[in-house]
C-alpha cells in the first residue's frame, strides 16, 4: 500500500515536469511561427507602403486645341505626315497659354518640363482614336513628368521633396493645385505599357508578357520531360547501380546555383545551337534545365504514394504495364505531380540569375509577342529599375514587387486548391 | 506426450511428397518447382497438379511459401525484382514460363483475388468493366453492362450495390469491397481464379459470405486459395496442400488430411503443436 502511493507520487511529480516541458515547447512553437510572420509583415509593410504610390500618377489638366496648322498636318491619313508631327507643340502651346506671363527662354523650358516628354504621342494617339477633334478644343488631362509627379506626391503627404524642382514649377504647381487642375489618377500606363527611361511612362506589361512567355516554354517542356523521367525510373527501370547514380545526380542538380544553369544555356543554346539572345524561346530552355529536378522528384514522391495494391490488382487484371500506369498510377499520383509542376513554375518566376546571363537583362521597350520577340521577365525587370538612379523607379520597383508576389500567392493557392481538389482516397 | 515425431519434425533433405499430389485430370502441372528471391530460397522442388473445377486450399505456418507458391501460377513474381522460377508450369499442357507467352494474356486466364481488398479508386462500375475492357472483350456498352450484372450477381453482390453503380468501389464495406474484387476477377471469365489469403481482413460474416461464394464459383472456374484459417480450408476445398519452409509436405483430399493426416509435419500443424 505504501509502496503504491510512493509510485503514485513519483508520476505525479514527473507529471509536472513533463507538462511543463511541453508547456514549453508549444511556446518555443508559437515564437517560431511568430518570428516567420512577422518577417512576412514586415515585408508586405515595406512593399506596400513604398510602392502604393506607384498605381496613381499625377494629371495636369489644360485645354488643348488640336491646331493643324500648329501640329502641321492636313490630313490624319497620311503617315508621313504624321510621324513627322509637331505633336509636343500641342501641349506647350497649352500649358503656355495657361501660364501667359512666363517669359524667358529658361522659365519657358521649365515650363514645359512640367508634363512627360511622352505627353505629345498621347494626344496623337488620342486625336488618332476620335479623328473628329481636329481643329476643335477639348480639356484633357496630361501625364505630367515624374519630378513633377514625385514632388505632388510628397507635396500631398505633407512632406514635399523638392530637391529637383525650381522655386517657379512649385509656385505653378501650387497654382493649379488651387485650380484643380493637377490630380492623382490611376496610372494605366503601369499596366499597358513596356519598359522606358522615363518613369512616368514605364510600365510592367512587356516583363509581365515576357515572365508568361517564358513561363509557358518552361511549362511545355519541363512538365511532360520530368513525368516521363519520374515514370520510367520509378516504375520501369531496373533498380541497379545506374538508377542510383541517375538519383544522385538528380538530387545534385536540384541544389545547383541558378546562375551555373544560366552559364550553361549562354555555352550550349546560344553558343553552340545558336538560339538568338534574350528570348523567351532560350529563357524557357535555361528554367527548364532548373526547373527539371524540382519536377522529377516531386513527381517520383506522388508515383511512390500510390499504393502498391492498385498496381497488383492492376496486374492482376493482365494489364500491361503501360496500361497500369497509364489507368492507375498516373491518375492518383496526377494531384502530387501537378503541386509539383506549380511549385517548380513559381520557382522559376522568381528567377533572376540565370537570365542574365542569357541578356535577358536587355532593356526592352517593345512587348513581347511571341516566344522569339526580344523579352525580359518581372524579377530582372524589378532588377533594372531598382538600379534606376530617378526618384520616381523606388515607387515602380516595390509595385513590380507587388505585381510578383501576387502572382506567386496566386500559383502557390491553386496549387494547395488543386491538389484538396483532386485528391483521392482509397 | 512428449512429441514421439520430434526427430521426424526436423525435414530430410530428399523429401518426397506424400499424398495424391497429381490428377488424371489436370488443369495446371506444377514439377520440380524451386523459386529463389535473389539468393535465398523460398520454394523447394514443388510438384502438384490442380485439377479441372476443383478448389484447392494451401495450407501451411508463416512463410512456407504458399503465397509465393501461389503467384508463380499467374506469374505475379515477374514484378518482384531479383525473383526467379525454375521448373516446369504448365496449363492444358503449355508451359506458362516459355519466352513467347505474354504474361497479359496469362493473366486474364488466371484470375487473382488479393489478400487485403484492392478495388480500383474508381465507380464500381468501372472497376468490374475495366478488364472486359482492356481485353476488348465487349463491344458496347450493352454488353458491358450485361459483364457488369452477370459478374456482379455471381459475386453475390448485385442486390446490394444495383443502385449506386456510378459510386466508388472504396465506399463499400471490407466484405463487399472484397466481393467486388472476386466480381472484377470473374468479369474476364478466366479459368483459374487464384485467391491469395483473401478473408484475412474480413470479420466473420463476410468471411461466411465469401466461403458461401467460393462454393458457388467452383462450379465454373478452378480455384487455388491460400488461407491461414484451417478451419476454412476444411469448409470450402477438396484437397488441401500443406507447406512447411518451402516444401510441399502432403497434397490429400481435405476431409482426410483434417481426420487421418499421413504425415507428422501436417498432423502437428493441423492440431496446433505449431503454426
Not at chain 1, 511568430?34 to 509593410?45: D, E, H, Q, R
Not at chain 2, 497429381?22 to 528471391?37: E, G, L, Q
Not at chain 2, 446490394?160 to 474484387?181: A, F, N
Amino acid at each position: 500500500m505504501n509502496n503504491r502511493s510512493d509510485t503514485l507520487s513519483k508520476i505525479q511529480h514527473s507529471l509536472t515536469r513533463r507538462n511543463r516541458a511541453e508547456a514549453r515547447f508549444r511556446w518555443y512553437g508559437r515564437c517560431a511561427i511568430f518570428i516567420g510572420l512577422l518577417a512576412v509583415a514586415v515585408l508586405f509593410f515595406d512593399i506596400i507602403s513604398k510602392g502604393h504610390g506607384a498605381f496613381r500618377a499625377t494629371y495636369i489638366k489644360l485645354d488643348i486645341h488640336y491646331d493643324p496648322e500648329l501640329i502641321g498636318i492636313n490630313n490624319l491619313a497620311d503617315n508621313e505626315q504624321l510621324s513627322a508631327g509637331n505633336w509636343q507643340a500641342l501641349s506647350k502651346t497649352a500649358l503656355r497659354n495657361k501660364f501667359p506671363d512666363v517669359s524667358g527662354r529658361q522659365d519657358k523650358r521649365r515650363l514645359s518640363k512640367l508634363l512627360s516628354n511622352g505627353a505629345g504621342f498621347d494626344l496623337k494617339d488620342h486625336l488618332l482614336a476620335n479623328p473628329q477633334l481636329l481643329g476643335k478644343k477639348e480639356s484633357v488631362w496630361v501625364l505630367a513628368d515624374d519630378d513633377i509627379d514625385t514632388y505632388f506626391k510628397s507635396w500631398l503627404d505633407g512632406d514635399a521633396y523638392d530637391a529637383r524642382m525650381t522655386a517657379k514649377q512649385v509656385q505653378w504647381i501650387a497654382q493649379l493645385h488651387q485650380e484643380d487642375l493637377i490630380a492623382l489618377k490611376f496610372n494605366s500606363n503601369l499596366f499597358s505599357r513596356g519598359d522606358s527611361r522615363e518613369p512616368e511612362q514605364a510600365g510592367i506589361r512587356g516583363a509581365v508578357m515576357g515572365s508568361f512567355l517564358t513561363l509557358i516554354m518552361t511549362l511545355m517542356l519541363s512538365f511532360p520531360i520530368g513525368v516521363s523521367a519520374a515514370i520510367y525510373l520509378e516504375e520501369f527501370a531496373p533498380k541497379n547501380r545506374w538508377t542510383d547514380f541517375i538519383e544522385v545526380n538528380i538530387n545534385n542538380l536540384a541544389a545547383v546555383p541558378s546562375i551555373i544553369f544560366g552559364l550553361l544555356g549562354l555555352a550550349i543554346f546560344i553558343n553552340f545551337f545558336h538560339v538568338p539572345r534574350s528570348v523567351p524561346i532560350v529563357g524557357g530552355l535555361v528554367l527548364t534545365l532548373m526547373t527539371l529536378p524540382t519536377i522529377i522528384i516531386t513527381s517520383r514522391a506522388a508515383i511512390k504514394s500510390v499504393p502498391p495494391s492498385i498496381r497488383e490488382a492492376a496486374l492482376g487484371m493482365g494489364a500491361s504495364k503501360y496500361q497500369m500506369v497509364l489507368h492507375h498510377v498516373l491518375p492518383l499520383a496526377l494531384p502530387g505531380m501537378l503541386t509539383g509542376a506549380i511549385i517548380g513554375m513559381a520557382q522559376a518566376l522568381g528567377e533572376t540569375a540565370p537570365l542574365l546571363m542569357i541578356g535577358m537583362v536587355a532593356f526592352i521597350v517593345d512587348i513581347p509577342n511571341g516566344f522569339s520577340d526580344p523579352a525580359t521577365v518581372l524579377p530582372v525587370q524589378i532588377f533594372l529599375w531598382a538600379d534606376s538612379p530617378e526618384r520616381a523607379f523606388i515607387e515602380k520597383t516595390s509595385a513590380a514587387i507587388m505585381v510578383l508576389l501576387s502572382f506567386l500567392i496566386i500559383m502557390n493557392t491553386s496549387a494547395v486548391w488543386l491538389r484538396k481538389r483532386l485528391e483521392r482516397r482509397w | 506426450m512428449k512429441l514421439a515425431s520430434e526427430q521426424t519434425l526436423e525435414l530430410d533433405e530428399g523429401h518426397v511428397t506424400v499424398g495424391q499430389s497429381f490428377s488424371d485430370d489436370p488443369k495446371m502441372t506444377m514439377r520440380n518447382i524451386n523459386v529463389f528471391y535473389a539468393e535465398k530460397q523460398a520454394i523447394y522442388d514443388v510438384s502438384i497438379d490442380i485439377t479441372k473445377n476443383e478448389v484447392i486450399a494451401m495450407i501451411g505456418p508463416s512463410g512456407c511459401g504458399k503465397s509465393t507458391f501461389l503467384r508463380t501460377l499467374n506469374r505475379m513474381n515477374d514484378t518482384v525484382d531479383g525473383c526467379r522460377v525454375e521448373g516446369d508450369i504448365c496449363m492444358d499442357g503449355e508451359n506458362l514460363y516459355a519466352p513467347n507467352l505474354d504474361v497479359v494474356e496469362l493473366r486474364a486466364r488466371v484470375g487473382m483475388v488479393f489478400q487485403k481488398p484492392n478495388p480500383f479508386p474508381k465507380s464500381i462500375r468501372d472497376n468490374v468493366t475495366y478488364g472486359p475492357k482492356i481485353h476488348g472483350l465487349a463491344d458496347t456498352r450493352v454488353d458491358l453492362d450485361e459483364i457488369l450484372e452477370k459478374s456482379l450477381r455471381k459475386a453475390g453482390l448485385w442486390e446490394e450495390v444495383k443502385d449506386r453503380l456510378d459510386q466508388p468501389g472504396t465506399g463499400l464495406s471490407g466484405g463487399q469491397q472484397q466481393r467486388l474484387c472476386i466480381a472484377r476477377a470473374i468479369a474476364v471469365s478466366p479459368e483459374v481464379i487464384l485467391m491469395d489469403e483473401p478473408c484475412s481482413a474480413l470479420d466473420p460474416i463476410a468471411t461466411a459470405k465469401i466461403e458461401e461464394l467460393i462454393e458457388e464459383l467452383s462450379q465454373n472456374f478452378t480455384i487455388a486459395i491460400v488461407t491461414h484459417s484451417m478451419q476454412q480450408a476444411a469448409r470450402v476445398s477438396h484437397r488441401t496442400a500443406y507447406f512447411h519452409l518451402g516444401k510441399l509436405i502432403e497434397v490429400n483430399p481435405t476431409e482426410q488430411v483434417f481426420t487421418m493426416p499421413q504425415h507428422q509435419l501436417t498432423e502437428a500443424y493441423i492440431t496446433g503443436r505449431f503454426g
